[in-house]
């Protein structure tokens, strides 16, 4: 079976449901971190997938942008989680709790 | 085609495979490995996709750049040791991401997608140069505020671990 659109779009939907589980089990701030990574790379698989497939290049252009964000979102957010690490000596999400009411 | 869909499934699998290893492995550190083995395989994906000019730039931004942070900021946080437990939400995690899963497969198995019937596979950097910065529907003013963002993003993580 040659491979199409659809095993480009399932692969995409089987790495957002890993990073999905990650986000949401995971105790490390730094590995939620790396599953939010993981569900934006699959995200822009989807894009490239359907830019291909139907031949509209704006799909590409908005992989770019969300590539920017990605970085400007890692790099705020390990910055967060080193700001945390500092004063409350550990990076357990469970235990950030200084903005719950 | 063959060999395209060769690498296709061998780098689906890889990627897949890193993905998980991501999310299981008790090792933070190897977690980051992993993650970066993942990128580049979704820089191949991109490459059969005959995305070239992205592929380049997974490359240089995902596994240069946010590689490189993501072992920093492991390395600054000094957690290694304690490796990276699952929380309470374990269980329902899995359920809600399972559900996702079966729910995304339904519905890319049963839409009949709009597919052109020729793939074309001249070089995109072209293409994306003007499909970003043409005059009527090009996307200028959301590339001079993505500058905007980064610019503020950078200040935004200088400030936030600056010594006090």
Not at chain 1, 31 to 36: G, H, Y
Not at chain 1, 46 to 58: E, N
Not at chain 2, 16 to 34: H, N, Q, S
Not at chain 2, 38 to 63: E, M, P, R, W
């Amino acid at each position: 079976m040659a491979v199409g659109l659809e095993h480009f779009l399932i692969l995409s939907a089987v790495l957002f449901a890993i990073g999905l589980y990650g986000v949401l089990a995971k105790r490390n701030a730094v590995v939620i971190l790396m599953s939010i990574e993981i569900m934006l790379t699959a995200v822009n698989i989807t894009m490239v997938a359907f830019s291909r497939y139907s031949h509209v290049i704006s799909g590409q252009v908005f992989v770019i942008f969300i590539m920017v964000v990605a970085a400007a979102e890692a790099a705020v957010g390990l910055a967060l989680i080193i700001a945390i690490y500092r004063s409350r000596k550990t990076v357990d999400a469970e235990k950030f709790d200084l903005m719950k009411w | 085609m063959m060999g395209l869909d060769i690498a296709f499934w061998v780098l689906a699998v890889v990627s897949v495979g890193a993905a998980l290893a991501v999310v299981l492995t008790r090792d933070i550190f190897r977690a980051a490995l992993f993650l970066v083995l993942c990128f580049f395989t979704v820089a191949g994906i991109y490459i059969t996709l005959s995305a070239d000019f992205l592929a380049g730039a997974q490359v240089l931004i995902y596994v240069g750049a946010i590689g490189v942070l993501i072992i920093f900021a492991i390395m600054l946080t000094r957690e290694s040791r304690r490796g990276s437990p699952s929380g309470r939400l374990r269980l329902p995690a899995l359920f809600i991401g399972l559900l996702f899963l079966v729910t995304m497969v339904f519905v890319v198995v049963s839409t009949d997608w709009y597919v052109i019937a020729e793939l074309p596979t001249e070089p995109t950097t072209t293409a994306i140069a003007q499909a970003l910065f043409s005059g009527e529907d090009g996307f200028v003013l959301a590339f001079e505020i993505a500058a905007a963002l980064l610019l503020a993003a950078i200040i935004g993580a200088i400030v936030l671990v600056r010594e006090k």
